[in-house]
């Protein structure tokens, strides 16, 4: 039951509504029966190899087709892709630069047939509506990159999503960083999530202001990159007030 609840929470379908101001601008589409259908992957069958099967893949629906013409253009004409949970990203290998940026209908399914990560969520997960979410290209360096975690809706952590690489500018803005993604949380996020333990992930790149780029699910299968479980664990048992914060980037 719990995993049902995290699916609907931490869907992008469901957070991105309340949060549309502070996280880069996205187009959400449905994805029918006939759309899944063409985006996952079957091997070839014995049938396939036979003379009446012309080995072809089978189409995205015209319908759907130009939907994704129509967001392409009004995110400007490159995108980045995931379904309501997750983003391709073993699926790098195929695409220009190793970065995951799509230019075409052929491109996003082309990423989702070949990523185990995406294919496991479309055979697995049910009685959850699936969608496909096309975000504006935007070239986020690495170390403006943070997971924030969240206990009991207090920010308890903060730790460089490029861990452990260390970034020199970290040793003299560290405090700055964590002065700016707590205000940050205190005036967009707080409160207004569904959920009190979660994880959301942050770019701070100067000057552009903070924004939100996914939340996730706070659990043992977390990646927590500086913090462990064994230490972020016991804590959602405790009632925490009065906050102390870890930032680690070093």
């Known amino acids: 039951m719990r995993e049902i609840q995290d699916h609907k929470d931490f869907s992008i379908c469901s957070w991105y509504g309340p949060f549309e101001h502070i996280t880069p601008k996205t187009v959400i589409l449905e994805l029918s029966e006939a759309v899944l259908k063409c985006f996952l992957f079957e091997e070839p069958s014995e049938d396939d190899s036979s003379e009446d099967s012309d080995g072809e893949e089978t189409p995205l629906p015209g319908e759907f087709k130009e939907k994704l013409k129509n ?59 699936f969608c496909l979410a096309l975000r504006k290209w935007i070239s986020i360096h690495p ?89 972020i664990g016991p804590l959602l048992n405790k009632l925490a007030y009065c906050c102390f914060r870890i930032s680690r980037m070093k």
């Open 71 to 129: 967001a392409f253009n009004t995110l400007g004409k490159t995108v980045f892709v995931k379904n309501n949970w997750h983003a391709p990203i073993d699926a790098k290998m195929f695409s220009t630069g190793n970065t995951l940026k799509a230019e075409s209908a052929d491109d996003i399914k082309l990423f989702f047939t070949t990523s185990t990560v995406i294919q496991k969520d479309l055979f697995n997960i049910k009685g959850i509506p």
């Open 143 to 231: 170390a403006a990159e943070f997971r924030c975690i969240v206990v009991n809706d207090t920010l308890r952590g903060i730790t460089s999503r490029d861990w452990p690489t260390f970034y020199a500018h970290f040793k003299e803005e560290g405090s700055e960083i964590v002065e700016n993604i707590s205000d940050f949380f205190l005036e967009n996020i707080k409160a207004k999530f569904p959920r009190k333990n979660y994880v959301v992930d942050i770019v701070l790149s100067y000057p552009d202001k903070p924004f939100i780029l996914d939340f996730g699910p706070l659990n043992s299968r977390t990646n927590l990159y500086a913090f462990s479980w064994k230490e």
